[in-house]
Structure formats: structure tokens, C-alpha cells
């Protein structure tokens, strides 16, 4: 096991889980996730998890930040008139708008909450005190097998048990300290046509198959973010939520030949993003800098905007400098990040 990895149980069985975003992971984790959806389209199989470059705006320190005063939920508005995956699990990872689950009661107290879709998976990671877990929904068990993204499992052969999820069979395993404390997998199949896997930190395999009773797939919820950008077809969508509302989203636009990743990132209190006045190019209202090749940024509302043009093969196969420009001109914001159920 690895030393990261022991830290890690540690810190979360220690109830400091929810820590910082180590910005330098989010960028290689972006450039894992590019090229693994290189390597699945070479193999004919289905495009893969968001794939969007974490290009953040460096920021300026201005003073001591705090928390927000109270509680905020960490769910997403109800899609009432979508049937939840139980009901239609054909659907699961074909809509990027939505998500065909629900998990009110595994998110509840989290300190943050990072809802996906599209590519073929749908999934939802909680950061914090009590609870820290990563759950992924697919189709086929081979898009869940491609979704790489993990706790901190060091991927050593390990042990499987056969587990019990409501009348249904599953294995669990555990990837962790001596006496059983760790990383728990279960993976099972909630329905016919369904293949989910969840994470989380657990002393036993009990405790981590009884945190599956905390995902419904009865109903389904909106994956929304407070930014919206006409013009181009939505591939994935995702968007964490944090203490004050919104943190951060990301969308993936375009075809499975050519598309653009587009990130926004919310200033943290006391901090504020990179001016760009003065930038290279207009985008409509928006001054924009370009941030290495293919890469443009702006600063909307507090929040830190990076378009990356992407597509298969050389950078030339990618989207143009011209569209991005033409995309990011229609970019609109909410003009209240706090408030989820008004996006």
C-alpha cells in the first residue's frame, strides 16, 4: 500500500477529510482523463468520463477567508419528468443533463460534492466529515471498469468477498490498514442493465456495503451548472458544490471528433482571479489571454473561465482559435452562484 494512500485513511478515519483542492492534481488528473479517452476511441469503444483540462487561473491573496455561515445542500434540482435508472437504466450515461440517481443521504453534511455525467457514466464524489465516498453508475461493467477515478486504492491485487446489496450480489474488497480500516469497494448491480461501484472509507465490509443504502435510483436530478454556452452540443457536464453554493464546472462540447473543454473555477474567499483586462482577444463582452497552445481564458463574475480546444490526433484536427472565440462570446453566468435550484 501506498504511503499517500495510508495517509489518507488516516486523515479521513481522523475526520479531516474535505481538505484543500490540490490544484497541480487537478491538472494531471485532466490530462489522465484526455488520455484515456484517446485510448478508448483508438479501441471503438464508447468516449469515456469528462475529460476537461484544469487550467486555473493563478490567484491574488487578499485577505483571510472564511466558511459560509450554515449548511449548504449539496443535491441538484429533481428532474421530475425523467425516470430514474431502476426505471429506464438505457439511459444511464447517454444525457449529459442528467443524472438517473439520487443520493440526498450520502451527501448530507459533506463539505464538498462533485456530480458528472455523460460519457457513458454518471457519478457523484463527497469530500468530508462524516462521510468521504466516489460512486460511479454505467451501463456495461466495461464502462465502469474504464472509469479510473478512485479514492486513493493503490490498485495491489486484493481479496474479493461476495456481499449482499438489498436482494442483490456483489463483491467488496478493501485496499487498506491492518484490521480491516480502508478503502472499501462494492460492486454489484442494482438492476438488470445497471453496473455501479462505490468507495468510501470503512473499519469493515458491513459498513461500506451499508452506504450503498444511501444511493436511490428511483428518481432522477438536472446536472446544472450557473454558466450555460450555446452553439455546441453538450458531451458531459459536471459541477462540485461546496460550503457557499457553486465551486466549480466543467463541460465538454462539441462531437466525439472535436470539442472543447471548458472549466470555471469560483474564486475562494479572500482571494481573486487573475485580471485579464487587457487580454490578446475579444470575445464578445469578455477580454480573453491565450494560456499556452489551444488553451484561452478570461474572469467572469469572480470566477476564473478556461476554453481548451481539443479533438483527435494532431492539434490541427482540433477546433479552431476562431470558434472557441465565437463559443466563449455567448458564455452567460448566473449572476448568483449560490443559488442551485435558480440555474
Known sequence: MSHDLEERITASLQAHAGAGVDVGGLVERARTHGGRLRRRRRAGTVLGAAAVAAI???ATVLGAGGRGSGPVPMVLPAAADRAGASARPELVGTDATTLHF?????TAGASSVTWAAGGGVESVEVRGDPMTALFVLARTEK???AETRTLGASGDPVTTYDVRVGNRPGVAWVDGLPGGAGVWTVRWQPADGLWARLETFAHTREQ???VTGTVRFDAAQRCTTPFRVPGAPLLSCSVTLGDRGFEEGALRLGDDERWFSLRVERARPGTRPDDTAGGDLSAGPYEVR??????LTMVVGGCSVSLVREGWGDRDDSASE????RLLSGYRQAGDL???AAW
Open 56 to 58: 486555473v487561473a493563478g
Open 322 to 325: 476562431a470558434e472557441a472565440v
Open 143 to 145: 464502462d465502469l471498469a
Open 338 to 340: 449560490d443559488d442551485v
Open 102 to 106: 439520487t443520493a440526498a443521504e450520502l
Open 208 to 210: 461500506a456495503v451499508a
Open 290 to 295: 491565450r494560456r499556452g497552445d489551444g488553451v
